[in-house]
């Protein structure tokens, strides 16, 4: 009776912690792209009176186009926000703030590095969905570079050393490559921000994630849990940033996600001309 009460409350652990993740990302985001557009604005405000008109049609012609996206269950999806948000508050964070404690931010930067290099498959094989061959390619030696010099995993030399950036792909992404919208803007309980066809892709990922196929289930899922709960530890503060800057943190990560994904999407077979890894 005690196992099976201890498996149910690992397993309902791990629930809660998939979830809020995607959210303080996407919060991360729109606080980066915030505190962009601020810089931009205070630039313009300091920028002599007499500009010329041609100045000023350049800097018309940079100015981004909004992405908009349908949200016909706008009340279902701001409860889901406020009942992730607590999650956040009262299980994430906690749980997150103690394990800092014990654990250096050297390790777990390792041990993120670790996971990164075991979901190769859901990155290498998007990229040839996708006919990105070369990001293929460059996963592929991401992952014998790594998994060799870089102690199974553990750390990054085809980034820093070889200039092999990570291909952030996914099949959400490469559903919006083949043409497909990505409808109307869902939040899901514990899943945090998505839509139709991003609710599809986490189908996809699923069964290309090697993590998945750890026996038995709960297994899995506690190692899934403990993935995600290692990333948030690099990046706590993000999330009350974001709520402390917006007016509506719902409209802010929901923004957020939109722009985000239609970023991803857009940007299929480009490279960054330097290695960018979160800290």
């Known amino acids: 009776m005690k196992t099976k009460l201890l498996v149910a409350v690992t397993v309902l652990i791990g629930i809660l912690l998939l979830g809020p993740l995607r959210s303080r990302v996407y919060a991360s985001s729109i606080y980066e792209r915030g505190t962009t557009l601020a810089a931009q604005q205070s630039s313009s405000e300091s920028a002599p009176a007499d500009a010329d008109e041609e100045d000023l049609d350049f800097l018309m012609e940079e100015e981004e ?3 908009t996206i349908a949200d016909p269950i706008a009340p279902f999806n701001r409860a889901m926000y406020h009942l992730n948000d607590k999650l956040y508050f ?14 250096p931010e050297g390790l777990r930067i390792s041990i993120r590095d670790f996971f990164t290099n075991i979901f190769m498959p859901i990155r290498f094989v998007n990229c040839l969905l996708q006919a ?24 990054d030399p085809a980034t820093k050393g070889l200039d092999l950036p990570m291909q952030d792909e996914d099949f959400g992404q490469t ?18 921000p998505s839509s139709p066809r991003d609710t599809v892709g986490l189908v996809g990922d699923y069964f290309l ?54 970023k991803l999407v857009e940007e299929r077979g480009k490279f960054p001309e330097k290695s960018e890894k979160a800290k």
């Open 209 to 262: 994630n090697p993590l998945t196929y750890l026996e038995p289930w709960y297994v899995s899922t506690g190692v899934k849990a403990y993935e995600k709960e290692n990333k948030v530890s690099l990046r706590l503060g993000d999330y009350e940033a974001l709520k402390e800057a917006a007016i509506d943190p719902y409209i802010a990560i929901r923004d957020a996600y939109v722009q985000h994904r239609k």
């Open 132 to 155: 990105n061959l070369r990001g293929a390619g460059i996963e592929l030696s991401r992952f014998s570079v790594n998994t060799i010099f870089g102690v199974a995993g553990f750390f």
């Open 175 to 192: 559903l919006g490559v083949w043409g497909l919208g990505h409808g109307f803007y869902i939040m899901w309980p514990v899943f945090g």
């Open 90 to 103: 009262w299980i994430l964070k906690p749980v997150a703030q103690g394990y800092n404690k014990i654990f």
């Open 65 to 67: 186009v909004p992405v």
